[in-house]
């Protein structure tokens, strides 16, 4: 029986742990070549998926990168990596802003620009960027990274309305509070339990359902969304 995207060849930038783990999985199972990238020169791929080292906090990495994947010319590509940052705003580190517009901002540009005429060449692309609810409402002390966030689904939206006629839909996602090792690591159960309160659905999101939603935006069952920035965030944004 014929799976969903049998035959495409799909990146995931970050695919090494948490949401975009979930993603590389979910896609491979949906038939799809699927390369991962991650930061460490020997880190492990997914099962059944390739992988490449590219750290996005350096220039050089970003424009190397961009040559191998218009060599890999991927029929999905799925913008997960990212950085961030806390800080007051009188104490934002330009060094710090710039790292993170570049992994956040610069890196899924060039990664499109690099994808898009293989994509044009076959008529057919799915973009996925996953930017963050920081990319649709903000929050104190997250400048830098609500900035890249806004900046994101802003260039997303642009090449939405710019590739839509060659068959190429561009969309963001904004997860909200995501069950992952990290989220447990940072905040803790206590801190976990107090953001189940503020989530309407009572419950913070998996990472597979993240992963299925982007796999369903990859998938050629999406005909005619793009340039839409949808948050999986149990309802928090909207409340």
């Not at 990168?65 to 934002?92: H, L, M, T, Y």
Request: proline share 4%; hydrophobic share 45%; aromatic share 8%.
């Amino acid at each position: 029986m014929a799976k969903p995207i049998d035959g495409k060849t799909a990146l995931v930038t970050g695919g090494t742990r948490g949401i975009g783990l979930a993603i590389a999985e979910r896609l491979r199972s949906d038939g799809a070549d699927v390369t991962v990238t991650g930061t460490q020169a020997d880190g492990q791929a997914p099962d059944g998926c390739a992988y490449l080292a590219a750290n996005f906090l350096e220039r050089e990495q970003i424009v190397h990168f961009a040559e191998q994947v218009a060599d890999i010319r991927p029929d999905i590509v799925v913008n997960n990596a990212g950085i961030n940052k806390i800080s007051s705003f009188e104490e934002i580190d330009l060094t710090d802003f710039e790292s993170i517009q570049r992994v956040n901002v610069t890196a899924p540009m060039m990664i499109c620009q690099a994808a898009l005429p293989a994509m044009k060449e076959r008529g057919w692309g799915r973009i996925v960027n996953i930017s963050s609810i920081w990319g649709k409402i903000s929050k104190a002390y997250r400048a830098p990274y609500s900035a890249s966030k806004f900046a994101l689904d802003g260039m997303t939206t642009a090449l939405a309305a710019e590739y839509a006629a060659f068959g190429i839909l561009a969309n963001s996602i904004a997860p909200g509070f995501i069950d992952t090792d990290l989220t447990r690591q940072v905040l803790g159960e206590n801190g976990i339990a107090t953001l189940r309160e503020q989530v309407p659905a009572k419950r913070l999101g998996s990472t597979a359902e993240i992963a299925a939603f982007v796999a369903w935006l990859a998938s050629p069952e999406n005909t005619y969304i793009s340039g839409q920035n949808i948050a999986i965030d149990g309802g928090f944004t909207r409340v």
